[in-house]
Protein backbone atom coordinates (compact mmCIF):
# COMPACT_ATOMS: atom_id res chain seq x y z
CA UNK A 1 0.00 0.00 0.00
CA UNK A 2 1.04 3.46 -0.62
CA UNK A 3 2.13 5.29 2.19
CA UNK A 4 -0.12 8.11 3.17
CA UNK A 5 0.86 11.62 4.75
CA UNK A 6 -1.24 13.84 7.31
CA UNK A 7 -0.72 16.55 10.11
CA UNK A 8 -0.10 15.28 13.30
CA UNK A 9 -3.36 17.48 14.79
CA UNK A 10 -5.88 19.54 13.79
CA UNK A 11 -8.67 22.08 16.08
CA UNK A 12 -11.52 23.21 14.65
CA UNK A 13 -14.55 25.18 15.96
CA UNK A 14 -17.86 23.12 16.94
CA UNK A 15 -20.27 23.63 14.07
CA UNK A 16 -17.78 24.45 11.60
CA UNK A 17 -16.61 22.07 8.94
CA UNK A 18 -13.37 20.17 9.65
CA UNK A 19 -11.02 19.59 6.34
CA UNK A 20 -8.61 16.98 6.84
CA UNK A 21 -5.92 16.75 4.32
CA UNK A 22 -3.75 13.63 3.45
CA UNK A 23 -1.11 13.22 0.70
CA UNK A 24 -0.53 9.91 -1.00
CA UNK A 25 1.85 11.00 -3.83
CA UNK A 26 2.77 7.21 -5.21
CA UNK A 27 -0.93 5.39 -4.75
CA UNK A 28 -0.97 3.38 -7.65
CA UNK A 29 -4.24 3.38 -9.95
CA UNK A 30 -5.87 1.08 -8.46
CA UNK A 31 -5.39 2.18 -4.68
CA UNK A 32 -8.46 2.92 -2.88
CA UNK A 33 -8.64 5.83 -0.65
CA UNK A 34 -9.96 5.11 2.70
CA UNK A 35 -10.71 6.89 6.02
CA UNK A 36 -10.73 5.62 9.56
CA UNK A 37 -11.64 7.40 12.96
CA UNK A 38 -10.44 6.26 15.85
CA UNK A 39 -12.07 7.71 19.39
CA UNK A 40 -10.03 7.38 22.35
CA UNK A 41 -10.17 3.73 23.49
CA UNK A 42 -12.66 2.05 21.04
CA UNK A 43 -11.63 0.49 17.66
CA UNK A 44 -11.08 1.89 14.23
CA UNK A 45 -14.60 3.06 12.64
CA UNK A 46 -14.43 3.27 8.82
CA UNK A 47 -16.16 6.35 7.60
CA UNK A 48 -15.79 6.40 4.10
CA UNK A 49 -13.95 5.09 0.78
CA UNK A 50 -13.06 6.47 -2.86
CA UNK A 51 -11.03 5.31 -5.65
CA UNK A 52 -11.36 8.89 -8.21
CA UNK A 53 -14.82 10.37 -7.90
CA UNK A 54 -15.87 12.35 -4.85
CA UNK A 55 -17.86 10.78 -2.20
CA UNK A 56 -20.36 11.69 0.34
CA UNK A 57 -22.39 9.82 2.72
CA UNK A 58 -24.11 10.26 6.18
CA UNK A 59 -20.80 11.02 8.27
CA UNK A 60 -18.71 12.70 5.77
CA UNK A 61 -17.31 13.79 2.16
CA UNK A 62 -14.42 12.74 0.83
CA UNK A 63 -12.61 14.90 -2.29
CA UNK A 64 -9.65 13.50 -4.11
CA UNK A 65 -7.47 15.59 -6.73
CA UNK A 66 -7.78 14.49 -10.38
CA UNK A 67 -4.02 13.34 -9.83
CA UNK A 68 -5.13 11.34 -7.10
CA UNK A 69 -1.85 12.20 -5.05
CA UNK A 70 -4.08 13.91 -2.39
CA UNK A 71 -7.35 14.12 -0.53
CA UNK A 72 -9.34 16.10 2.09
CA UNK A 73 -11.95 14.51 4.57
CA UNK A 74 -14.39 16.93 5.33
CA UNK A 75 -16.78 16.62 8.10
CA UNK A 76 -19.44 19.85 7.35
CA UNK A 77 -20.61 20.39 10.68
CA UNK A 78 -18.01 18.87 13.34
CA UNK A 79 -19.41 18.22 17.06
CA UNK A 80 -17.43 17.22 20.09
CA UNK A 81 -18.10 13.99 19.83
CA UNK A 82 -16.09 14.25 16.14
CA UNK A 83 -12.71 14.69 18.23
CA UNK A 84 -10.35 11.56 17.03
CA UNK A 85 -7.71 10.41 15.36
CA UNK A 86 -8.43 10.33 11.62
CA UNK A 87 -6.39 7.67 9.60
CA UNK A 88 -6.32 7.92 5.77
CA UNK A 89 -5.30 4.88 4.31
CA UNK A 90 -4.47 3.84 0.67
CA UNK A 91 -5.47 0.47 0.10
CA UNK A 92 -4.62 -1.96 -2.77
CA UNK A 93 -5.01 -5.62 -1.01
CA UNK A 94 -7.14 -7.07 1.92
CA UNK A 95 -4.98 -5.69 4.83
CA UNK A 96 -5.49 -2.03 6.26
CA UNK A 97 -1.98 -0.26 6.87
CA UNK A 98 -1.98 2.83 9.24
CA UNK A 99 0.09 5.35 9.79
CA UNK A 100 -0.04 7.85 12.70
CA UNK A 101 -3.06 10.14 11.83
CA UNK A 102 -4.61 13.19 12.37
CA UNK A 103 -5.80 14.32 15.55
CA UNK A 104 -8.91 16.11 15.61
CA UNK A 105 -9.84 17.80 18.36
CA UNK A 106 -13.17 20.03 18.13
CA UNK A 107 -13.39 22.87 20.56
CA UNK A 108 -16.62 24.39 21.90
CA UNK B 1 -27.25 -6.86 15.27
CA UNK B 2 -24.25 -7.71 17.99
CA UNK B 3 -21.03 -6.24 16.38
CA UNK B 4 -17.31 -7.34 16.83
CA UNK B 5 -16.74 -8.77 20.19
CA UNK B 6 -13.59 -9.70 21.56
CA UNK B 7 -12.56 -10.87 25.26
CA UNK B 8 -11.21 -10.22 27.47
CA UNK B 9 -11.10 -6.30 27.24
CA UNK B 10 -8.45 -6.63 29.71
CA UNK B 11 -5.69 -8.55 30.51
CA UNK B 12 -2.47 -8.41 32.95
CA UNK B 13 0.39 -11.32 32.00
CA UNK B 14 3.66 -11.97 33.15
CA UNK B 15 6.71 -12.01 30.70
CA UNK B 16 7.22 -15.50 29.43
CA UNK B 17 3.68 -16.58 29.93
CA UNK B 18 1.02 -17.33 26.96
CA UNK B 19 -2.13 -15.72 26.14
CA UNK B 20 -4.93 -16.50 23.86
CA UNK B 21 -7.40 -13.50 22.72
CA UNK B 22 -10.65 -14.08 21.42
CA UNK B 23 -12.77 -12.50 18.86
CA UNK B 24 -16.53 -13.00 17.27
CA UNK B 25 -17.25 -11.44 14.01
CA UNK B 26 -20.41 -10.12 12.69
CA UNK B 27 -23.42 -12.79 12.02
CA UNK B 28 -22.52 -13.47 8.55
CA UNK B 29 -19.22 -12.13 8.33
CA UNK B 30 -16.25 -14.62 7.05
CA UNK B 31 -13.33 -12.55 7.42
CA UNK B 32 -11.00 -12.00 10.51
CA UNK B 33 -8.23 -10.29 11.02
CA UNK B 34 -5.93 -9.04 14.05
CA UNK B 35 -4.05 -5.82 14.70
CA UNK B 36 -1.84 -4.75 17.22
CA UNK B 37 -1.96 -0.69 18.17
CA UNK B 38 1.05 0.13 20.58
CA UNK B 39 0.21 2.91 22.48
CA UNK B 40 0.80 6.41 20.08
CA UNK B 41 0.82 4.63 17.06
CA UNK B 42 -1.65 3.37 14.06
CA UNK B 43 -2.43 -0.50 14.22
CA UNK B 44 0.08 -2.39 12.57
CA UNK B 45 -1.49 -5.86 11.10
CA UNK B 46 -0.93 -8.84 12.51
CA UNK B 47 -3.00 -11.80 10.32
CA UNK B 48 -6.17 -12.01 8.18
CA UNK B 49 -8.31 -15.30 8.28
CA UNK B 50 -10.98 -16.55 5.81
CA UNK B 51 -12.80 -19.09 5.62
CA UNK B 52 -10.92 -20.65 8.17
CA UNK B 53 -7.50 -20.46 6.12
CA UNK B 54 -4.65 -17.56 6.92
CA UNK B 55 -4.41 -15.50 3.80
CA UNK B 56 -2.38 -12.79 5.08
CA UNK B 57 0.63 -12.20 7.77
CA UNK B 58 1.98 -9.28 8.66
CA UNK B 59 6.09 -8.71 10.13
CA UNK B 60 5.01 -10.67 13.87
CA UNK B 61 7.65 -13.10 15.01
CA UNK B 62 6.28 -16.67 15.10
CA UNK B 63 5.30 -16.35 18.79
CA UNK B 64 2.11 -14.85 17.13
CA UNK B 65 -0.45 -17.45 15.64
CA UNK B 66 -3.90 -17.57 15.42
CA UNK B 67 -6.78 -19.86 14.02
CA UNK B 68 -10.75 -19.65 12.80
CA UNK B 69 -13.06 -21.66 13.82
CA UNK B 70 -15.79 -23.28 11.50
CA UNK B 71 -18.25 -20.69 13.22
CA UNK B 72 -15.33 -17.64 11.82
CA UNK B 73 -14.74 -16.88 15.10
CA UNK B 74 -10.88 -16.52 15.80
CA UNK B 75 -7.81 -17.01 18.34
CA UNK B 76 -4.78 -14.65 18.22
CA UNK B 77 -2.12 -16.71 20.52
CA UNK B 78 1.14 -15.12 21.72
CA UNK B 79 3.78 -17.15 23.44
CA UNK B 80 6.65 -16.53 25.25
CA UNK B 81 5.21 -12.63 26.08
CA UNK B 82 7.44 -10.02 26.31
CA UNK B 83 7.26 -6.31 27.73
CA UNK B 84 6.92 -4.92 24.44
CA UNK B 85 3.97 -7.03 23.46
CA UNK B 86 1.88 -4.34 25.50
CA UNK B 87 -0.59 -3.00 23.39
CA UNK B 88 -4.40 -2.95 22.27
CA UNK B 89 -5.04 -5.95 20.17
CA UNK B 90 -8.06 -5.43 17.80
CA UNK B 91 -10.19 -7.80 15.51
CA UNK B 92 -12.00 -6.69 12.40
CA UNK B 93 -14.20 -8.64 10.54
CA UNK B 94 -15.89 -8.37 7.12
CA UNK B 95 -18.10 -10.51 4.74
CA UNK B 96 -15.52 -11.26 2.26
CA UNK B 97 -11.65 -10.95 2.24
CA UNK B 98 -11.10 -7.59 1.01
CA UNK B 99 -14.32 -6.45 1.64
CA UNK B 100 -14.89 -2.73 1.31
CA UNK B 101 -15.56 -1.81 4.92
CA UNK B 102 -13.98 -3.43 8.08
CA UNK B 103 -15.65 -3.64 11.61
CA UNK B 104 -13.41 -3.37 14.43
CA UNK B 105 -14.33 -4.42 17.61
CA UNK B 106 -12.97 -2.56 20.86
CA UNK B 107 -9.94 -4.23 21.15
CA UNK B 108 -8.26 -6.45 24.18
CA UNK B 109 -6.00 -3.86 26.44
CA UNK B 110 -2.81 -6.80 27.05
CA UNK B 111 -0.24 -5.65 29.60
CA UNK B 112 2.90 -7.44 30.12
CA UNK B 113 4.50 -6.87 32.98
Known amino acids: DAKTTQPPSMDCAEGRAANLPCNHS???????VYWYRQIHSQGPQYIIHGLKNNETNEMASLIITEDRKSSTLILPHATLRDTAVYYC?????????FGEGTQLTVNP | DAGVTQSPTHLIKTRGQQVTLRCSPI?????VSWYQQVLGQGPQFIFQYYEKEERGRGNFPDRFSARQFPNYSSELNVNALLLGDSALYLCASSLVRGGTGYTFGSGTRLTVV
Open chain 2, 27 to 31: SGHKS
Open chain 1, 26 to 32: TISGNEY
Open chain 1, 89 to 97: IARNGSRLT
